[in-house]
């Protein structure tokens, strides 16, 4: 299957509520790769890459979060596909 990329904003009560740990937890477990990063304006910013029924069970995991996380608002769009990453990180 080929291969796709998303770019994600996720707003809400979605930092220092592991947010970001349930990301890369959930990207792992899917086989994707990207990175997911801490906003200053309180949102996290995801760019994940994979197979796309991988990247849309991704995209449901984060409406929903982790357990002290309140998701209000997740806004995908469509990416070109970069095979540099090989790994889900955090970025700085």
Known sequence: MASSGIHV???????MVGYRWFAINSAKD??????VKNLDDGSVEINAFGNKSMLE??????????????????R?????YKVIYTDFMVEK
């Not at 904003?9 to 930092?15: A, L």
């Not at 995908?76 to 070109?80: L, W």
């Open 57 to 74: 069970e991704f995209v449901k995991q984060l409406n929903v979060g982790p357990k002290f996380s309140n998701v209000s608002d997740v």
């Open 76 to 80: 995908v769009r469509g990416i070109e």
């Open 9 to 15: 904003v996720v707003t809400g009560v979605v930092q």
């Open 30 to 35: 899917l086989e994707l790769t990207g990175w």
